[in-house]
């Protein structure tokens, strides 16, 4: 009885000691940037140990500067709160966030927040200043954007996600970080914090409601889709291998699709990072399930969609009629729905030119 017992004990407390290994594995860490300073060299300000902290990488090899000086540094921001953003002009995901960057740099800045916009692209087409500085325009972002075209900054953080935000403190010290969307009150938080620290007073936080929509991710099931051979997640439905340089002229099987799976309609040609329509007409079905459905897409000669869902016809949401003219490389907004579900979405094209490069879902 005794040993059985102290089986059990030992059981239990090899069970507990899991456990607590887990927890604590799970929880957030800052990342060790390459330019820590060890402890013996850290400073120390207001009861504060900074060692414990990184210290952050500079900006390096900006290619472009928008809402700011071409000489803006980290280094010079010191007694500055600083958040770094990186994001792209593309990802659903970051422009869902960018109504918060707005709001805590309209209630923040005076008090001595700097966010800065690290423009790291996913896509090509994404490096034209041109391009970066329409997107800064449309959505209304009056704090410094860097373009770091590629990825220097990006690397120098050891960063691998779009979006995520690093708050650095006033001796140039990463203090907090997060990845991806949603944590917006607890960043606030930790952006009032730093900020009063730095002023050696209370900065008062009230907490942003911003006009961004909310997102289940519990509730989404379809991922992200590239197309292209170099960029590609999903294998199309109705043509595999893709390969490069496929010239594909193919046609959409009536009945059941599979789900979170794309078929294509007409001929396409695959590039590395998309496929082009080559053929006057063609179309593109998906079974998802999600609420919203986005594309990264553009066309050289302005090529008109047609939505139909659930075998009816729908307006596109970037455009008030029915028809989506696609022109520019962007990021387009197709259905917006009021819950999340299995839906089956046909977009016809009409005319040649048709760039795919992405589906993103919300």
Known sequence: ??????????????????????????????????????VSNAPSDNGVDFSVYPKAPELTGIAGYINAPPNLTIASLRRHVVL???????????????????????KYSKDGLVIIGVHSPEFDFEKDYGNVLSAVNQYGIKYPVVLDS????????????WPRHYLIDGNGRVRFDHIGEGGYDETE???????????????????TQADAPSVDFGKITTPEIYFGYSFRRAFLGNYN???????LDVSIPMGQLAENTPYLEGKWKNFADSVVLTSLKGAIEIVFTAKNVNIVAGSENSTALALTLDGKTVNCVDFASGTCAVSGKRLYSLVNLPDYGVHRLRIDAQGAGLQLFTFTFG
């Not at 607590?20 to 060890?38: C, G, M, N, R, T």
């Open 1 to 38: 009885m005794e040993t059985k017992q102290a089986f059990l004990l030992a059981t239990a407390l090899v069970l507990i000691a899991g456990a607590i290994f887990y927890l604590e594995a799970a929880k957030p860490k800052i990342p060790a940037l390459p330019s820590a300073v060890p």
């Open 84 to 106: 770094v953003d990186f994001w792209t002009y593309t990802c659903i995901n970051c422009i869902r966030t960018l109504p918060y960057m707005n709001s805590w740099n309209e």
């Open 150 to 161: 590629d990825h220097a900054t990006w690397n120098a953080y050891q960063n691998q996600y």
């Open 189 to 207: 938080a930790q952006i009032v914090q730093l900020l009063s620290e730095e002023k050696k007073t209370p900065i008062p936080m009230n907490t």
């Open 241 to 247: 291998p893709l390969l490069e340089g496929d010239e």
